[in-house]
C-alpha cells in the first residue's frame, strides 16, 4: 500500500493534435504537492518540452499506457489528436484508463462523433467544461461517459416555460374547465 494516498490522482490532461501541438492542456498541483515536484510543471517552457517528448515517444505507437519521465500516461489517438492523462507512479492504471475513455467517449457524444482537431478548436468550450466535468483540480470527478456528456450539453430549449401560462382571469377560468372536464373523465371511467 502506498503512503502517499491522495485524491490528487492526475497531474496533467492533454489533448494533442497529430503534429504535437497543444490543443487542450491543463496542469494540476496537489495543494500538499512537495517543492521538488512543483518545478516539473511550473513554467510554459517546462511544460512544452514534456508535451513535445512525450508526443515522440507515444505517436503512432499503437499503446495506451507507458511509464515516462516518472509519470504514467495513459492515451488514447482518436482522428488527428491524441488525448493523455499523465499522472504519479503510484496511481491505479486501470482508474485512469476507465477516466480517459469516459472523457473520450463523453466527447464523443458531445460533438456527434467528430472527435478532430477542427472539431475541438471549433468547440473548445465544450470541450473544455468536459474536462472540468471529468477532472477538477487534478481530483477524478466522473467516468461515466454519459453523465459526462449530459453535463457538458447544452439544456434544452424547446421546453414550456412558465412566460407561456396565460394569468389573466379568462386564462385561469379556461384551466379551471380543462381540470372539471379531466376530473368527469375520471369519474365516468371510474363508475
Known sequence: MSKNLSLYAVDAFLILDNEGKRLYAKYYKAPHQQEQEESKFSSLKAQKSFEKALF???FKQNGDIILFENHIV???EVSDV???LVSGLDENESVLFTTLEGF???LDKV???QVDKKTIQENYDKVSIAADETIDDGIILETESS???ARTSKAPTNEPSLKNIDLSEKGL???FNFARGK???RLQQGL
Open 56 to 58: 515522440a515517444k507515444t
Open 74 to 76: 495513459v492515451y488514447k
Open 82 to 84: 491524441v488525448i493523455y
Open 104 to 106: 473520450k467517449d463523453g
Open 111 to 113: 460533438l456527434n462523433f
Open 147 to 149: 453523465i459526462i456528456a
Open 173 to 175: 377560468f379556461n384551466a
Open 183 to 185: 376530473l368527469a373523465e
